[in-house]
DNA sequence: GTTTTTATGGTACAAAGGTATCATAAAAAA
DNA sequence: TTTTTTATGATACCTTTGTACCATAAAAAC
């Protein structure tokens, strides 16, 4: 048989270009011959990995996935010791979330247009993002469980409500960072903010 | 000379026309003779009256950012009285930017896809939808501030900060609930939770 | 009533994009 | 070495889409 090679290595590198592509000149221009010529192969090759290009897509999700979970977990060891404060893992998270480089900024911008677009074509599923933005979302409830538990969650407050409020706030920081209406440093400001309220020092 | 015609309400209809598509099948899917089609008319008349189909999306995010501006409008004056409280004000205007009818989902995913949209396409002007969500900001910082006159904003809180903070939350629980995380039941709660402690009463 | 300007329809054309087809190189197995 | 299976390239085809062109109806102005 042939020069046997890993598809699934492939296939990486094939989601990859796809990506660079859709942070560059959006999603919509994510061809088959855009992606290639990205890719530094010939069409002929996408489709023999992928068959059609609504597979393709699918995989760049999980990719997608895959790599701002990477990061997520990346910077939380880079921040956090061997016994991380909750506030200090919320905090790593939270400002993971933001677009404060070229590589989150792409992240993000994929993100949204990857949301978008699931919005009004149901055959397009996302799974693979939403779930790990909910994984996140447990990750800080933990958190502020553990925080209660050692008393430094102000009193009051319910650790599964401001997990969600934490995310959702997150998550419209990072449009408004995006969109222009806020700095990366106004957005960590207004979510050191809250997080001073919700676990002081 | 011919039978005059409104040009500009011409306009308007071929904007809701358009923005029916791209809420059903997308905003990719909003060519000429999809719009064609909805609005009842010929793709000829559309170019007639837009030119480029540049144009008629441009134009469109200015009938966007108009209704939304109006839902606002009416739901602010359906649940206030003459001398509206503060917190009435800022309850109305979060609660309408939350996707809880066909017609706000309809409204909100439009609008996420616009965004998606200009992040990578440069030449597509979403300003006055921008502009829209930055009044909307205004409003409610100076809302804040006429509760501080009053004393009802709790002490210590600062409201620029808090009215960025309450866009951002709702923008990100409108995301959450679009995307099916979160229902709007939840998200209201969630936000309710949030002015319970910022204008207690 | 003729003319002139606006409004509207039908259609053709060129580009782009997804997919299918034909062909071939390459390497493992016999 | 021959064969068989995998991997890769070039390209042709059909559909969609934005735009341009040709024609005509309709109404105001003279």
């Given at each position: 048989m042939p020069k046997v090679v890993d598809h699934d290595q492939r296939r990486q590198e094939i989601a990859g270009a796809l990506l660079r592509v859709a942070a560059g000149r959006g999603l919509h221009n994510a061809g088959l011959r855009e992606v290639a010529a990205e890719a530094g192969m010939s069409v002929r090759l996408i489709q023999y990995y992928f068959g059609t290009k609504e597979q393709m897509l699918l995989f760049a999700t999980q990719h997608l996935a895959a790599r701002m979970g990477e990061r997520a977990m990346a910077r939380i060891r880079a921040r956090t010791?061997?016994?991380?404060?909750p506030r200090t893992v919320i905090e790593a998270i939270l400002d993971e979330a933001l677009p404060d480089d070229e590589d989150s900024r792409s992240f993000l911008a994929v993100y949204k247009a990857y949301f978008a677009l699931s919005l009004t074509d149901p055959a397009l599923d996302i799974k693979p993002l939403t779930e790990s933005s909910d994984a996140i979302v447990r990750v800080i409830a933990d958190q502020l469980g553990v925080a209660r538990e050692s008393g430094q969650l102000t009193p009051g407050r319910d650790p599964d409500l401001e997990a969600y409020s934490l995310a959702a706030l997150s998550a419209g920081l990072g449009d408004a960072v995006l969109g222009g209406s806020r700095t990366p440093g106004q957005a960590r400001t207004i979510i050191r903010y809250h997080l001073d309220r919700l676990l002081p020092a």
């Open positions: 010791g061997e016994t991380p404060a």
